[in-house]
């Protein structure tokens, strides 16, 4: 599946057991039935609305085809953020946010406390993990050789720090590689660069891809399953990854 960008969404690592989740209020104010698919209806999962709650600060609306019922969420460093179900309009959601204003209050303290803790974790292990411009320098090395080495050339090359994404691919043949890729086995940082130089020929997961994915790197498939057993939250080198882990807590209403 693809975007209307043209970009390949490479592979979705799953969300760990562990991985981060966050303070979360559930309530009761239900969709329909029917849904919206993610990605055929994908722009109404953007539309946004950002609100100002005194005594907690902005929280963003955002409407989600996903979600069965208004989900309100504290994720550390990156805010208060109430997942809107079809149907339900974005005033029906302020008064939802509103009225659990007192709720999210008594939990800023800790949110707080999460993120000092993340940040402290960060620059402590920063000297181990190693300069995140020399990953950079070597994920774009290490593209730059396999490309030649086998006749798949790209546009532009890029390395983010993504949460979901280990790579993406698009129309133009610009490649975005995710940094934490530099944390991984060697064999298996290979298999995700190479996934996405053959999507410079093939932009689908179809037989023709999977063909040439075995022709290049063989048990490429087996690799894959590696791959996705593996999730780039579980390596984030910012201050956001292990001591919020440690932090999560869940409450749903009545």
């Known amino acids: ?18 991985g ?5 209020y559930s309530g009761m104010i239900h969709a329909g039935k029917k849904g919206i698919s993610f990605w055929n209806k994908k722009k109404a999962f953007m539309k946004q609305k950002t609100i100002e709650i005194p005594g907690v600060g902005d929280v963003l609306l955002e409407q989600s085809p996903r979600a069965r019922h208004m989900n309100l969420s504290m994720r550390p460093f990156r805010g208060v953020r109430v997942a809107v179900p079809p149907g339900v309009s974005f005033g029906a959601a302020e008064s939802f946010a509103r009225s659990k204003s007192d709720w999210m209050m008594a939990r800023l303290p800790r949110l707080k406390a999460a993120e000092a803790e993340a940040a402290r974790q960060a620059k ?22 396999l490309s030649q080495k086998l006749g798949l050339p790209y546009g532009r090359a890029a390395v983010r720090n993504q949460r979901t994404r280990w790579g993406s691919c698009s ?18 940082m290979d298999y995700a660069m190479i996934h996405e130089l053959v999507h410079t020929r ?13 022709s290049l790197i063989p ?25 919020l882990t440690r932090s999560e807590i869940h409450y749903k209403g009545e």
């Open 1 to 18: 599946m693809f975007s209307k960008q043209g970009m390949s969404p490479f592979i979705e690592p799953r969300r760990p057991a562990s």
């Open 20 to 24: 981060i989740v966050f303070f979360r």
């Open 124 to 145: 402590a292990g920063s000297a181990a993990l190693g300069n995140l411009e020399t990953a950079r320098s070597r994920l774009k090395a290490r593209l730059e050789m």
């Open 171 to 188: 129309a133009k043949k610009n490649i975005n590689l995710n940094i934490n890729l530099a944390y991984l086995p060697e064999k298996l």
């Open 202 to 214: 093939v932009m689908n997961h179809g037989r023709t891809f999977w063909a040439l994915m075995e």
């Open 219 to 243: 048990g490429a498939r087996v690799l894959d399953g590696e791959l996705r057993r593996h999730s780039p939250l579980s390596l984030m080198q910012e201050p956001d990854n292990q001591a």
